[in-house]
């Protein structure tokens, strides 16, 4: 199983940027798609935010973030990260990063993926 760790979150203010990266141990991320999901609240579920494909790099995003977010894949660093811009105060929240091996209608469940970091807070606030 893969090992994760997420970092780059922060306090930004509205219509900011951040960029968030996933780093992962123990074994490369090749056959895997690697997603972020977000928890807003402690009582809420995560929620879908983007995934990639390590190979293809096809990708998939929830729409409150399309055009606004972008992931990429570093195959050198084995690293896949979350480039946010134009950031709202609705997408404070902690952002996990998850890996596993979903077929194409699992990639945006939470169920699909084995492997998940820590979380990073991202903040955004005025």
């Known amino acids: 199983q893969v090992q994760l760790q997420e970092s780059g979150g922060g306090l930004v203010h509205p219509g900011g940027s951040l960029t968030l990266s996933c780093a992962a141990s123990?074994?490369?991320?090749?056959?895997?798609?690697v997603a972020w999901f977000r928890r807003q609240a402690p009582e809420m579920d995560r929620d879908f935010v983007a995934?990639?494909?390590?190979?293809?790099?096809?990708?998939a995003f929830e729409d409150s973030v399309k055009g606004r977010f972008t992931i990429s894949r570093d195959y050198a660093k084995n690293t896949v990260s979350l480039q946010m811009n134009s950031l709202k105060p609705e997408d404070t929240a902690v952002y996990y990063c998850?890996?596993?091996?979903?077929?194409?209608?699992?990639?945006?469940?939470?169920?699909?993926?084995?492997?998940w970091g820590q979380g990073t807070q991202v903040t955004v606030s005025a």
């Open positions: 998850a890996a596993g091996r979903p077929i194409v209608s699992e990639m945006r469940k939470v169920r699909a993926y084995g492997s």
């Open positions: 995934a990639i494909r390590w190979s293809g790099g096809n990708t």
């Open positions: 123990g074994r490369s991320f090749g056959g895997y798609a």
